[in-house]
């Protein structure tokens, strides 16, 4: 029988390679099942790899998420200071006016 793929050797078992089609998560809680009974060490590394991973997942997301609130800012602050400027040139004007009206 031709195998595609050739297994590491765990034990007495042949255990295939990570999928790379897989995120990362998956691919560790797959090994993580398939060592859990056989060899307990590898089931420890691999269980703190997948909570390694998953908290590499959440700082992602909440990288993200910061980043997107920043750039929110950024637009605010934006807005605020062209707001700021429309009314500084409307309270010159009306201040122009005035004095020439009183002149």
Do not use: C, W
Request: charged share 25%.
């Amino acid at each position: 029988m031709h195998r595609a793929h050739r297994g590491r050797k765990t034990g007495n078992k042949d255990t295939p390679p990570f999928p790379s089609q897989q995120p990362i998560t998956a691919q560790i809680a797959s090994r993580r099942d398939q060592l859990s009974s056989t060899n307990q060490p590898q089931f420890f590394v691999l269980a703190s790899l997948l909570q390694l991973a998953i908290q590499i997942d959440e700082i992602e997301g909440l990288k993200n998420a910061l980043q997107e609130s920043i750039r929110t800012k950024e637009e605010d602050f934006q807005v605020y200071q062209d707001t700021v400027g429309q009314v500084k040139e409307i309270f010159l004007h009306a201040l122009k006016q005035h004095t020439q009206e009183k002149n």
